[in-house]
Nanobody, 124 residues
Framework: QVQVSESGGGLVQAGESLRLSCTLSGLIFRPYCMGWFRQARGKEREFVAAIAGVGGEIAYGDGEKGRFTITRDTTQNTVYLQIDSLEPEDTAVYFC?????????????????WGQGIRVTVSS
């Protein structure tokens, strides 16, 4: 069983950048796809980005391309989400996940671990 833990959230000004981190821990027997979802108040949870455990496949949610960059440090089992030019609409709780592969994470077909979530608040 694996767990994920997020860090790096907080209050930021519109236009600034922020980097979220997520570390995978537990019984890691294979490479895991890792990714991010977010949920704004009153809205459904939406897919943000995912990166494969091997091969480097990356996917972004609709509208996230350009300002969001997902990377990973395989030696540290850590994934990062860089968000540039933050907008108030980016205010949400961001959840890290670990799963089987990019498609399964994106569709939520197979997610092995969800983080508790970390709040990002963007002030205008």
């Amino acid at each position: 069983q694996v767990q994920v833990s997020e860090s790096g959230g907080g209050l930021v000004q519109a236009g600034e950048s922020l980097r979220l981190s997520c570390t995978l821990s537990g019984l890691i027997f294979r490479p895991y796809c890792m990714g991010w979802f977010r949920q704004a108040r009153g809205k459904e949870r939406e897919f943000v980005a995912a990166i494969a455990g091997v091969g480097g496949e990356i996917a972004y949610g609709d509208g996230e391309k350009g300002r969001f960059t997902i990377t990973r440090d395989t030696t540290q089992n850590t994934v990062y989400l860089q968000i540039d030019s933050l907008e108030p609409e980016d205010t949400a709780v961001y959840f890290c996940v670990a799963g089987q592969n990019v498609d399964m994470v994106r569709s939520r077909t197979r997610i092995d671990a969800w983080g508790q979530g970390i709040r990002v608040t963007v002030s205008s």
